[in-house]
């Protein structure tokens, strides 16, 4: 009989032995995270790939007998065209051709009434105007480091005789590599 119970106590010992082995399993292994970036970039605080705005060129209000009327290219907020793009990229602003760009002596570009008449102006990429931006003129920025970067534009416009009042206006387009 003593060996009849070892037997079986040896054999309880046994099942309650794998009992608690197969319990408490554990395995490991591991998560794949992934995140893909591609180079961006906004302007004036807006991204995009058509139809940004890149700035408006006020000359302001002058009477029809104005010589010269001048301004510059504001981006939002009222400050200069601002370009962030991501680090690493080396953007460059191209400035097309306008809606009436030839269509008045005194100026590359031209602003238009919607009647028949125009003011001659040219873009600049200095105050003085004295870096005529021609048509499809190319601004190169610094290699980005992730910080938005002022591109200066300015405009000139022209006064000549027999001028009505009137509202001219233009639009030119931009192009942003990077």
Same mark, same amino acid.
């Given at each position: 009989m003593g060996t009849i119970a070892s037997r079986i106590g040896l054999s309880l010992l046994g099942l309650t032995l794998a009992t608690s082995v197969n319990a408490a399993t554990t395995v490991t292994g591991q998560i794949t995270s992934s995140l893909i970036l591609i180079s961006s970039c906004q302007v004036n605080g807006s991204g995009g790939s058509t139809g940004l705005n890149f700035g408006a060129l006020?000359?302001?209000? =002058?009477?029809?007998?104005?010589? %010269? =009327?001048?301004?510059?290219?504001? !981006?939002?907020? !009222?400050?200069?065209?601002?370009?962030?793009?991501? =680090? !690493? %990229? %080396?953007?460059?602003?191209?400035?097309? =051709?306008g809606a009436h760009d030839g269509l008045s002596p005194g100026g590359t570009r031209a602003l238009y009434d919607g009647v028949a008449n125009y003011v001659p102006y040219d873009l600049y990429t200095d105050a003085g105007h004295s870096q005529l931006l021609a048509i499809d003129g190319v601004i190169n920025l610094a290699a980005s480091t992730g910080v938005a970067q002022t591109v200066n534009i300015y405009g000139q416009a022209v006064g000549k005789a027999g001028l009505p009042a009137g509202t001219y206006t233009d639009t030119i387009s931009v192009e942003l590599t990077f």
């Open positions: 006020n000359f302001g209000t =002058a009477n029809s007998l104005f010589t %010269t =009327a001048t301004g510059q290219v504001l !981006g939002g907020g !009222g400050g200069a065209l601002s370009i962030l793009c991501s =680090a !690493g %990229t %080396t953007p460059s602003v191209k400035v097309r =051709a």
